[in-house]
């Protein structure tokens, strides 16, 4: 997480009110405990400090409640001395309950995460690195591909911003000098930019990525510039629907369709009320020259193909070798995201709450 600058947890900061008289909590257990003694841990511009020192009873079991709640999303860690010590990573949020599972002879390694689905997803990617780096047949960059999944499927910041601040042998999994790193950054900055704009973590990642894009020489150094749509002309892009019949956007725009161009994963959970929407406007206008052009960003070919198969739209599908150069051509942090371009091919708007997508779409139909 070097340079990525952020003033903490707001420990002492009251944000939104909570049932009980405290904010956040972790407690969990350690079994075979070798200490009695851990630390919570928290970090700020840089560094780790110490927020507080928990006792581990002889029963292994540990607690702790902050006095309030999370002000922002944040990964906090807990840490155990000693030769099989070492640390676990836990996200907490508002007034978060989070549980941990450990073992004495392993505990930076072997545990386990819950209370929270944050907390569970930190706990798949901490894994899935450790796998990755346990594997004979190591690939960084097949590692870095799936963990990009994370990072786009991310409405809170806090996953892509953990992802983004991991390293393998001391080395930056993603690096913002990088054209693939900075690719990302770029998709993590939009996020917040979308969901949490005075987040100081989403502006220190937006000017890391505005500094690799001159490191590379693709723009000046704008640090402060907002990342936004093109909002004058749309950037094609082609792929395969489920019977591989190419299409593209270009072709749509040569044959005057309005077109709403969707972001998207089948998999998430907000997929099948979003599909509900485009199948609702699809039906009302299809007539009238309207077209779907749908991308879909799911890892699973088959379970893409299975939802893909049963949509009137054109659904095109993004597979992991394919990258997330469409997600940064079009600044998508997160899924779903939509965008309407009208017959002359000109992006005249992005709409970010789908249920308001029928009313923009009758505006240029």
Same mark, same amino acid.
Not at 158 to 170: C, D, F
């Given at each position: 997480?070097?340079?990525?600058?952020?003033?903490?947890?707001?420990?002492?900061?009251?944000?939104?009110?909570?049932?009980?008289?405290?904010?956040?909590?972790?407690?969990?257990?350690?079994?075979?405990?070798?200490?009695?003694?851990?630390?919570?841990?928290?970090?700020?511009?840089?560094?780790?400090?110490?927020?507080?020192?928990?006792?581990?009873?002889?029963?292994?079991?540990?607690?702790?409640?902050?006095?309030?709640?999370?002000?922002?999303?944040?990964?906090?860690?807990?840490?155990?001395?000693?030769?099989?010590?070492?640390?676990?990573?836990?996200?907490?949020?508002?007034?978060?309950?989070?549980?941990?599972?450990?073992?004495?002879?392993?505990?930076?390694?072997?545990?386990?995460?819950?209370?929270?689905?944050?907390?569970?997803?930190?706990?798949?990617?901490?894994?899935?690195?450790?796998?990755?780096?346990?594997?004979?047949?190591?690939?960084?960059?097949?590692?870095?591909?799936?963990?990009?999944?994370?990072?786009?499927?991310? /409405?809170?910041?806090? $996953?892509? @911003?953990?992802? =983004?601040?991991?390293?393998?042998?001391? %080395?930056?999994?993603?690096?913002?000098? #990088?054209?693939?790193?900075?690719?990302?950054?770029?998709?993590?900055?939009?996020?917040?930019?979308?969901?949490?704009?005075?987040?100081?973590?989403?502006?220190?990642?937006?000017?890391?990525?505005?500094?690799?894009?001159?490191?590379?020489?693709?723009?000046?150094?704008?640090?402060?510039?907002?990342?936004?749509?093109?909002?004058?002309?749309?950037?094609?892009?082609?792929?395969?629907?489920?019977?591989?019949?190419?299409?593209?956007?270009?072709?749509?725009?040569?044959?005057?369709?309005?077109?709403?161009?969707?972001?998207?994963?089948?998999? /998430?959970?907000?997929? $099948?009320? @979003?599909?509900? =929407?485009?199948?609702?406007?699809?039906? %009302?206008?299809?007539?009238?020259?309207? #077209?779907?052009?749908?991308?879909?960003?799911?890892?699973?070919?088959?379970?893409?193909?299975?939802?893909?198969?049963?949509?009137?739209?054109?659904?095109?599908?993004?597979?992991?070798?394919?990258?997330?150069?469409?997600?940064?051509?079009?600044?998508?942090?997160?899924?779903?995201?939509?965008?309407?371009?009208?017959?002359?091919?000109?992006?005249?708007?992005?709409?970010?709450?789908?249920?308001?997508?029928?009313?923009?779409?009758?505006?240029?139909?």
């Amino acid at each position: 997480m070097k340079k990525l600058i952020y003033g903490g947890l707001a420990l002492a900061a009251i944000a939104a009110s909570c049932s009980g008289p405290k904010g956040w909590s972790v407690e969990g257990s350690i079994q075979n405990p070798e200490v009695d003694k851990i630390a919570l841990e928290a970090y700020n511009n840089g560094l780790w400090y110490t927020v507080d020192s928990l006792t581990v009873g002889k029963d292994g079991r540990f607690a702790y409640s902050a006095d309030a709640p999370a002000h922002y999303a944040e990964v906090l860690r807990l840490t155990a001395p000693g030769e099989n010590g070492g640390s676990i990573y836990f996200p907490v949020d508002s007034c978060d309950k989070v549980t941990v599972e450990a073992y004495g002879s392993h505990f930076g390694s072997g545990y386990t995460l819950g209370g929270t689905d944050l907390a569970r997803t930190i706990c798949t990617i901490d894994s899935t690195i450790a796998a990755a780096k346990g594997s004979a047949a190591f690939d960084d960059s097949e590692l870095r591909r799936s963990l990009v999944n994370y990072i786009t499927a991310d /409405t809170t910041g806090t $996953v892509a @911003y953990y992802v =983004i601040g991991k390293s393998v042998g001391g %080395k930056p999994l993603f690096d913002p000098n #990088e054209e693939f790193g900075n690719r990302v950054y770029g998709a993590a900055a939009q996020i917040f930019a979308s969901f949490a704009p005075e987040d100081p973590r989403g502006h220190a990642l937006r000017a890391d990525y505005f500094r690799g894009r001159a490191a590379l020489g693709k723009l000046p150094d704008m640090p402060d510039t907002v990342i936004e749509a093109d909002e004058t002309g749309y950037i094609d892009i082609a792929n395969y629907d489920d019977r591989g019949v190419r299409h593209s956007i270009s072709d749509l725009v040569k044959e005057g369709k309005l077109i709403v161009l969707s972001f998207t994963a089948y998999g /998430t959970d907000a997929s $099948v009320p @979003y599909n509900a =929407i485009l199948n609702d406007i699809y039906t %009302k206008y299809h007539d009238n020259g309207l #077209e779907i052009f749908q991308i879909a960003f799911d890892d699973d070919e088959q379970a893409w193909k299975t939802v893909a198969r049963n949509l009137p739209w054109i659904t095109v599908w993004n597979s992991p070798a394919d990258g997330i150069a469409a997600l940064t051509q079009y600044n998508v942090g997160a899924f779903p995201a939509t965008f309407i371009i009208n017959r002359k091919g000109e992006i005249v708007t992005r709409v970010t709450d789908p249920t308001k997508l029928q009313a923009e779409v009758a505006k240029h139909i």
